[in-house]
């Protein structure tokens, strides 16, 4: 069972690499579907990121939820963050 600690550091990883693979995307192919689907990706990571955060109740930086909000606007739909249930 690896700490909670450990895992928002593979999640905030994983946004990093995303967005990053997101920006190199960007840069080569302005809207090809490789673009979109990247992304998708960091959109993905991010929300399981702030998901995450949220679950242990650790505020979310200003700047992610702007991220949030671009990347959802950009993907084209507006997903809601994942809360459950108190």
Known sequence: MSSPEADLQLLLADVVRTRDEHRRELQRRAGSPELGQS?????DALESYVAALNE???PIPPRMHQDLRLLRALCGHRR????RAK
């Open 56 to 58: 242990l109740r650790w």
């Open 80 to 83: 809601a963050p994942e809360r």
């Open 39 to 43: 992304r998708e990706a960091a959109l």
